[in-house]
């Protein structure tokens, strides 16, 4: 049978669509600098209309994608150490995509008191940025280790308060630590115990030093610290396992998973942290690092719009922490053991909406609970039986509801941008040790900031927050911040701002009193408020695309007045209180070198000299106490083998202690001797980057108890030891990670 023209014509008009649907798009994925392939990156296909996923793959050794998508989309490209790439592809089309890598983060994406996301270098604020890059290279198992190396911030170990920090010479009360912006709570001694802080899960994390009491409020007075967990819809699927083993006796195995359908995204996560106690050679039986077990896991689920989204989350953190005491006289077969228990959960929920490019809306709800039961047990060795000591039994709760919520307006073209909003903050205490068995505090304010860019070169913006605290009266908190562009490559960055930090329940109401401590709080204490200045310098070279190098000077200075110290009240040494002093000052520079020779040497140096100062009532100023700092980064990366190796050394100089005996008496000063610490690991990626095998060893220098000079510290946790646990000494460690994603 003859088949007309017009039967040919039709059959091809028919066959096109599905000729069309079956065409391969190819893509080539080159690393911009070097145009060397960029193997296994995450590459994302989704709807141009409504956003939703559709196809998701990752480059092979080549940097080659092959993929088969139905219509027209959007392309979004990720890997560690490059920027994100977003684009259009129709069905069929060959693409070649130049990644452009990240140096000296400058490029890194930042949220922590932004408008919206904006780039490090664009920032108006002084933004470190530690990568998930550089948290996978430093092999730390929790916020302490990952902060331990960073220069002008200081660790150190309370063996019933857990690991704190300083940053600038200011202590942990100063410091607002944040979970994707919302507050971690649970404090003890006005710090948060970093060691029940874990990694897993967690995206990158934004330091911002200098007072940030505008934007956050409360316990921001020397800086922020904002952890930022992985969104769950960042790939369509993804699955980890991270097995950890160090030889103190730390067994770590945590665990995760997230998918994304349409426009719903779910993630998960769960792991057990132990610790199984250390105690230094020819010491008493008990063990001043002590025994531990963590457990901790969490939820999140995101639906998105084209404009819009919404996100709840939920986690839970456990942990036992047990203190054995020494075996008692005449027999030594009892003592007296303490168990230590501390949960914490937080319910989340985020919304976002963007009204345009230009115009959004960003909203936070938590609920946080931070509870505490100490148990004190009799135990009989002879036959293994505890039991509970009368009297001896405490238990703390603490609670937080915070709202939060902001419209800002503009873009960064925009020569005018603003933001307004409020921060509402609930916090109930609960417990025997508290006042009449119950206290409150509500801190409510509102916020706001201009951003103005008179000419190119010039970003100026100014805020304000007024509070409301039902417990104190607060002034009106303001902050005045410059940028000024040189050239391309050279910024200046100046700040003037105050603070305001209420005294927490703790310090107000607290009664604690056992056989080792006699702590009361202090109803009459004032607020702290303060008045810092900031200045820094930020050179970045542009001599050479495989190599970079930059400087940054950082210029500090520090006045809290009526700062909340604890203080001995009479010749028991037992007898603590909270008083306010006159004023404690610090002031200091930093001053960083970065040198990268791409792909394949990062180094870093950095040096730092800080000062403390104590001014009181009635009493002759001291001078300032300065105590030096020194940091060394080396990362080695043998890109043919997928064999990093990382070097990270740190020099803490002399540390003055300001140090109260008595109520009314001159501060004395105790100088803690330096120490050296050097951490080396190397890792290797195999099987197309699905596994990590990590091995290294942390405080080569074995670093243990660091010596006090000018007498007894007889710290309210010391003990009247005259040195301070600072590690536990010398360890070596492995690490085994799988991930699957897609």
Not at 67 to 92: C, E, H, M, W
Not at 409 to 421: H, I, M, R, V
Not at 657 to 669: N, S
Request: charged residues 20%; glycine residues 8%.
């Amino acid at each position: 049978m003859k088949i007309s023209p017009i039967s040919y014509y039709l059959g091809f008009l028919f066959i096109i669509p599905f000729f069309g649907i079956s065409q391969e798009t190819r893509i080539h994925i080159l690393d911009k600098i070097n145009n060397e392939p960029v193997a296994f990156a995450n590459v994302a296909f989704s709807c141009v209309n409504n956003n939703t996923i559709i196809a998701g793959c990752v480059s092979d050794e080549n940097g080659l994608v092959i993929a088969n998508i139905p219509q027209k989309s959007i392309i979004r490209l990720s890997y560690i150490g490059f920027q994100d790439y977003v684009d259009t592809i129709s069905p069929g089309e060959d693409l070649t995509i130049y990644l452009k890598s990240i140096s000296y983060n400058v490029d890194e994406v930042v949220v922590t008191g932004q408008y919206s996301e904006s780039t490090q270098d664009k920032s108006i604020y002084k933004v470190t940025v530690l990568n998930s890059r550089e948290i996978e290279q430093r092999a730390a198992v929790n916020i302490k280790e990952l902060l331990s190396t960073e220069l002008n911030i200081r660790t150190s170990h309370d063996n019933a308060l857990g690991s704190t920090i300083s940053m600038q010479g200011l202590g942990g009360e100063h410091i607002k630590f944040l979970i994707d912006g919302v507050p971690v709570i649970g404090r003890e001694a006005g710090n948060i115990d970093l060691d029940q802080l874990n990694l897993q899960n967690i995206d990158h994390v934004e330091i911002i030093n200098g007072p940030m009491s505008v934007v956050y409020g409360s316990n921001a007075l020397a800086g922020v610290i904002n952890i930022i967990t992985k969104s769950p819809d960042r790939l369509l699927l993804s699955s980890n396992l991270d097995t950890y083993y160090e030889s103190v006796g730390v067994y770590n195995i945590n665990a995760g998973a997230s998918a994304t359908v349409k426009r719903n995204s779910f993630s998960i996560t769960g792991g057990r942290n132990f610790f199984e106690g250390f105690q230094a050679p020819e010491t008493t039986w008990a063990q001043r690092w002590k025994p531990k077990e963590q457990w901790n896991a969490t939820a999140d689920y995101k639906y998105g719009w084209d404009n819009a989204s919404i996100k709840f989350g939920a986690s839970w953190f456990n942990q036992e922490l047990r203190d054995n005491g020494l075996l008692m006289p005449p027999y030594y077969e009892t003592r007296f053991d303490k168990y230590f228990f501390t949960q914490r959960i937080v319910l989340r929920s985020d919304f976002k909406y963007e009204f345009s490019k230009k115009s959004r809306v960003n909203a936070t709800a938590s609920f946080s609970n931070y509870h505490k039961i100490k148990n004190t047990y009799l135990n009989d060795l002879t036959i293994l039986e505890k039991n509970i000591v009368p009297g001896q039994q405490d238990t703390t709760r603490f609670q937080d509801i915070m709202f939060r919520a902001d419209y800002s307006f503009g873009d960064e073209n925009s020569k005018l941008k603003y933001q307004t909003g409020i921060d509402l903050n609930k916090e109930n205490g609960f417990g025997k040790r508290i006042k009449d068995g119950s206290q409150e505090i509500g801190d409510y304010a509102l916020f706001a900031s201009l951003n103005y860019t008179p000419f190119l070169l010039l970003n100026i913006q100014p805020g304000v927050r007024f509070i409301y605290n039902t417990k104190f009266a607060a002034p009106i908190i303001y902050s005045l911040n410059i940028k000024y562009d040189i050239t391309e490559h050279f910024a200046i960055r100046g700040s003037i701002a105050s603070g305001f930090r209420a005294p927490s329940l703790k310090e107000l109401y607290l009664e604690f009193v056992d056989v080792n401590h006699d702590i009361r709080g202090n109803e009459n204490l004032k607020a702290e408020t303060s008045v810092s200045t900031n200045l820094v310098a930020n050179y970045i070279s542009s001599t050479n695309r495989a190599y970079e190098w930059g400087l940054e000077l950082n210029l500090f200075n520090n006045n809290i007045k009526d700062n909340i110290q604890l203080i001995p009240q009479s010749d028991n040494s037992l007898l603590y209180s909270y008083v306010n002093i006159n004023r404690f000052l610090t002031r200091g520079l930093e001053l960083n070198f970065n040198n990268n020779i791409y792909p394949w040497l990062t180094v870093k140096f950095g040096f730092t000299v800080t000062g403390q100062k104590i001014e009181y009532s009635g009493l002759t100023s001291n001078n300032f106490e300065f105590y030096p700092g020194f940091n060394t980064t080396a990362n080695y990366n043998i890109k043919k083998y997928d064999i990093n190796l990382s070097v990270y050394y740190k020099y803490n100089g002399e540390y003055p202690q300001l140090y109260f005996t008595e109520l009314g008496e001159a501060p004395e000063i105790r100088f803690m001797k330096a120490y050296n610490t050097l951490d080396i690991n190397i890792g290797k990626w195999c099987w197309k980057r699905r596994i990590n095998f990590q091995l290294g060893g942390k405080n080569l220098f074995n670093n243990t108890n660091i010596d006090v000079l000018g007498g007894q510290l007889g710290g309210i946790h010391t003990g009247g030891g005259s040195s301070v646990p600072v590690n536990w000494g010398r360890t070596f460690f492995i690490r085994l990670q799988f991930r699957f994603n897609k």
